[in-house]
């Protein structure tokens, strides 16, 4: 019976490694380089200028992260310019910040697609954020991103 369990313990951890999930950080700095490969060796092959980006890690090797954006865009980038700080992407075009989570509340302000959201909280269907000067509540399922 011992056996077996170690045999389970063994292949669930085994596995585990094999599947890596995929999981949200964003970017620490306002200036970061997205490398074609895990080094300071590989050229730059783009850099973002916003504090805050949501990126999808994939992969990782070393000190570095392979990431993808919201735009599909591709490469590594070193751990010491990512974060756990939690902010969104809006993917669509004017969506609407309301005063409460529900769509029945005041709406404060309209997001265009592709806009930056700082999260402070999630609750079921619904985000907290702040966008600029405004502050209030949005649907999840309009957000990419940290949540």
Request: hydrophobic share 40%; charged share 30%; net charge positive.
């Amino acid at each position: 019976m011992l056996k077996i369990i170690y045999i389970v313990f063994f292949f669930y951890f085994s596995f585990q490694n094999l599947f890596a999930n995929e999981y949200f950080l964003t970017l620490r700095n306002d200036k970061v380089n997205l490398r074609q490969g895990p080094s300071f060796e590989y050229p730059v092959k783009l850099f973002y200028k916003k504090k805050f980006l949501p990126v999808l890690i994939q992969d990782k090797f070393e000190n570095f992260r392979k990431i993808r954006d919201h735009e599909n865009n591709t490469g590594w980038i070193h751990i010491s310019q990512l974060s756990k700080k939690k902010a969104a992407i809006t993917i669509d075009d004017d969506q609407l910040i309301f005063n409460k989570p529900s769509i029945y509340s005041k709406p404060l302000a309209i997001l265009k697609k592709g806009r930056l959201c700082k999260i402070y909280k999630c609750k079921d269907k619904w985000c907290k954020v702040s966008v600029e000067k405004y502050k209030g509540w949005v649907k999840k399922d309009i957000l990419w991103g940290l949540i």
